[in-house]
């Protein structure tokens, strides 16, 4: 399931969430709306990344409780506040992972898995599977979060350079060359 | 794993740098990544239901800045000129 996109905003609704913001840096509970608002998507974005479910429920109510602490820092920089939190949770992720809380997960369907060959330029077969989920097993971590972000939750590639904290132009260059080093280690 | 046997044989090592450490970390993760296919995700309604900002706010703890607050310098200000008038006496 892709996620939807929060990233194509327009301007009445950034500027309703910096009211919200400024409202919750006195008061915390204002930050409801943005929590509701968010909730699903910042959940999502953990859940395909950790075995647990229930770890993902705990790691993304901690994401907003730092998102909550740190709101004072925030500052609009043109940039969605969902990129912010989005962040947040990337860094609560592999915070989780250290902390073995939470295992690292890849969720990958069959049209996912169709998809990468097809960029690949080569049909699908189960050996071929089979040797894909060994290279995906065998890249290094930002290529993998690269091609996740890409490819297996279909994010644009304006979305990916948020989240990354890159330019869309350099989040697709980046995007490229991982797709490149994975097709090298899966025909190794 | 080779590499990493040799990273662990370092580890405690005064040549260990940083930058080795972090590889360590990252072919640890590596080696504990799982691959889930077709996996059921929970729904938009039973996310929803799961939603306790209450449980946030409770966890929530405001980050006190001292040095925001004009009582800070205030009291540092008058402990320093009754200390200098002490050390003058």
């Known amino acids: 399931m ?27 509970n204002h930050f409801a709306p943005l ?16 075995d647990d479910v229930e770890a993902a429920y705990d790691i993304t109510s901690n994401v907003f409780v730092k998102a909550l602490t740190n709101l004072h820092k925030y500052e609009f920089r043109g940039v969605p506040f ?18 073995k809380k939470a295992r690292r997960t890849v969720s990958i369907d069959k049209v996912i898995v169709a998809d990468i060959f097809e960029e690949f330029e080569e049909s699908c077969n189960e050996e071929r599977k089979s040797e894909l989920m060994q290279a995906l097993r065998k890249i290094n971590e930002k290529d993998l ?4 972000l890409r490819y297996f939750e279909k ?32 025909h190794k | 794993m080779q590499k990493l046997k040799h990273l662990e044989l370092y580890k405690d090592s005064k040549k260990f740098t940083i930058n080795e450490n972090n590889n360590l970390n990252s072919l640890k993760l590596r080696r504990m990544r799982k691959i889930l296919h077709n996996r059921n995700e929970p729904s938009a309604h039973e996310i ?5 900002f209450d449980l946030v706010i409770k966890k ?12 800070f310098y205030g009291s540092i200000g008058l402990a320093s000129i009754l200390s200098s008038l002490l050390l003058s006496i």
């Open chain 1, 145 to 148: 979060a690269l091609i996740e």
């Open chain 1, 155 to 186: 994010r644009s590639y304006r979305e990916i350079g948020e989240i990354i904290s890159v330019t869309e132009n350099n989040a697709k260059v980046k995007t490229f060359r991982a797709l490149q080093r994975l097709k090298k280690v899966y």
């Open chain 1, 82 to 99: 969902s990129s912010w939190l989005f962040r947040i949770a990337k860094s609560e992720l592999y915070q989780s992972f250290r902390d």
């Open chain 2, 48 to 52: 929803r239901n799961r939603q306790d």
């Open chain 2, 60 to 71: 929530y703890k405001p980050s006190i800045n001292y040095w925001k607050n004009p009582w």
């Open chain 1, 2 to 28: 892709s996620s939807p996109s929060l990233y194509h905003q327009s301007d009445t609704r950034i500027q309703s969430e910096l009211r919200i913001i400024e409202k919750s840096k006195k008061n915390p």
């Open chain 1, 35 to 50: 929590y509701e608002q968010y909730h699903e998507n910042i959940f999502r974005y953990i859940v395909k990344r950790v």
